[in-house]
């Protein structure tokens, strides 16, 4: 590139979705709505502790409203295509920003979950599409009951290396979002040098919470707790 | 003391480089690591041999042309220094140093150490300027600017552009050194004008460059020999998002 941009794309949208700015914002808003949902996911799945009876209420109660349910599945499809899209695409651009690699280099200044984002982001995919045909459409649950929601939950993780899959994923959930949940802060522009150190804290806060509330399960499941 | 010096060695971008290694026997521990280099740079002259090629001019750490990999870290290990000012009692006698060039797209090879940085430079031209009329100058405090706004300001000003956090960046991304030049003039009254535009200019010049994104995982601030804070980045990402929204598409203007 020798000579200056001036000319600037026609639409705004196309312009920011053109730029690795505008895909981190996106990237963030995605990943912060994902964030919501694992966060009420989890809370939910909490009911697991007070037993199959409340535990299947709960789940039948999300699938009262149909229009309400696929609504959010919906939201939730779109936001996972464009949090993916937008990695896959800045993965690519990653690789062509330096084509001659460093024959040494030393990280002083990141951590480790931040510097593999672009690795726990596609195993938690992976993740995600193992645990939709494991519980929700029961695929790879061979002691799959429709509709005993608390049943199958117990049936997958009497087997401990489902549940040691869950649990390295969630490992790798909470990495992503310790990172993650503070970056989408700066990929916005919202952050300030004062409140950093708080955004940070903030941000491991949820990714321990996340983690210890979504391994309690396989956990009280493998202990006996939940039977 | 004496040291081991293993330092990338390429003609030019067309020709193949590889790594030569080189003792330096008589290197006193005042001395800076480009003096070091010209030590061992004369030793090679006298024996004519071709020189290390590498970028220095005040050599005191204010002008941004100095500066290369020291065994993996910008800057070498000494944080908020560059090569210029990072003096060798820091190493141990008869260590081994790797000295690598910046490597990054944007950042073409020259030769041997030195890179070709002018993408920063048209990364600027992109609208790192403010409109003001010339001519005597302004009554001093006539723009009245708060402590806190003009120390920030200040801050980011201090980027002298080396490029160390481009090269120390996983991605190759310039955004410690976009952000600081779109935080110094956006935080201040004269900067307000272009804010807008500044921002989308410049970022998208950046892009145009064929640098990378911003992961803000942090090490552009790690080697930053002005500790430019890593909000510069978020100020830039706002000011561009803001700015995207606003500034008229093509056509519209
Ligand atoms: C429950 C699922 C997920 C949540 C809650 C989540 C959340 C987040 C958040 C909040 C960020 C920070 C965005 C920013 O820096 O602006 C992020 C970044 C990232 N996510 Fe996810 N994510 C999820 C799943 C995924 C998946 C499935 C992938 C990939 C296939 C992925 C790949 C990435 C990558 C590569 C980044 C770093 C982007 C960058 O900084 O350049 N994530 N994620
Ligand atoms: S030579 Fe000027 S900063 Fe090093």
Redesign the pocket.
């Known amino acids: 590139m020798s000579s200056i941009a001036i000319g600037l794309r026609e639409n705004k949208a196309v312009r920011l979705w053109d730029s690795t700015n505008g895909k981190?914002?996106v990237?963030?808003v995605?990943?912060?709505i994902?964030?919501l949902?694992?966060l009420g996911h989890m809370l939910g799945n909490l009911q697991v502790f007070e037993g199959p009876a409340q535990f299947n209420r709960y789940a039948q109660l999300l699938r009262t409203l149909p229009e309400g349910l696929w609504a959010v599945r919906i939201i939730l499809l779109i936001m996972?295509v464009l949090?993916?899209v937008?990695?896959?695409q800045?993965?690519l651009r990653k690789r062509t920003a330096r084509p001659i690699g460093y024959a040494k280099r030393k990280p002083i200044g990141s951590t480790y979950a931040s510097r593999t984002?672009?690795w726990?982001?596609?195993i938690?995919?992976a993740f995600?599409v193992y645990h939709l045909l494991d519980l929700t459409s029961g695929n790879l649950n061979p002691n799959f009951i429709e509709g005993d929601v608390y049943h199958n939950v117990i049936a997958s993780f009497s087997n401990p290396f489902v549940s040691a899959w869950y649990i390295f994923a969630m490992v790798l959930?909470a990495f992503?979002?310790r990172?993650?949940?503070w970056?989408?802060f700066?990929?916005?522009g919202l952050t300030h040098p004062r409140y950093t150190p708080a955004l940070r804290r903030a941000a491991t806060f949820f990714a321990v919470v996340i983690f210890l509330g979504f391994i309690s399960v396989p956990i009280g499941v493998l202990t006996g707790i939940v039977k | 003391m004496r040291l081991i010096l293993r330092i990338w060695r390429q003609k030019n971008r067309n020709t193949k480089g590889k790594f030569a290694r080189y003792e330096v026997n008589d290197v006193n521990p005042d001395m800076s690591m480009l003096e070091c280099l010209d030590v061992l740079n004369e030793d090679l002259a006298r024996r004519g041999k071709e020189p290390v090629a590498f970028e220095h001019d005040c050599r005191e750490g204010i002008c941004g042309s100095c500066g290369f990999m020291i065994n993996g870290v910008a800057h070498g290990p000494l944080s908020g220094t560059t090569v210029c000012q990072l003096t060798m009692r820091h190493f141990k006698d008869g260590e081994e140093l790797i000295l690598e060039p910046w490597r990054a797209r944007a950042f073409p090879l020259v030769k041997d150490l030195a890179v070709d940085r002018n993408a920063f430079d048209r990364i600027i031209a992109a609208g790192g300027y403010i409109s003001i009329s010339t001519g005597s100058a302004p009554d001093g405090n006539a723009i009245p600017v708060s402590k806190e706004r003009a120390d920030a300001a200040m801050d980011a000003a201090q980027c002298i552009g080396c490029g160390a956090c481009v090269a120390a960046c996983p991605?190759a991304s310039a955004s410690l050194f976009t952000g600081a030049k779109i935080t110094h003039l956006g935080l201040l009254p004269q900067g307000q004008p272009e804010r807008d535009l500044r921002a989308v200019r410049m970022v998208t010049q950046m892009n145009l460059e064929q640098f990378g994104?911003?992961?803000?995982i942090g090490e552009c601030v790690a080697v930053c020999p002005k500790l430019i804070p890593i909000e510069v980045i978020g100020r830039m990402n706002h000011d561009y998002i803001a700015g995207s929204m606003r500034e008229p598409e093509a056509g519209e203007a």
């Open positions: 981190k914002a990237m963030a995605s990943g912060f994902l964030f949902f694992v996972v949090h993916i937008a990695a896959v800045l993965a984002m672009y726990s982001g596609p938690i995919f995600i959930l992503h979002l990172h993650g949940l970056s989408m700066n990929s916005l | 991605n994104q911003c992961t803000n």
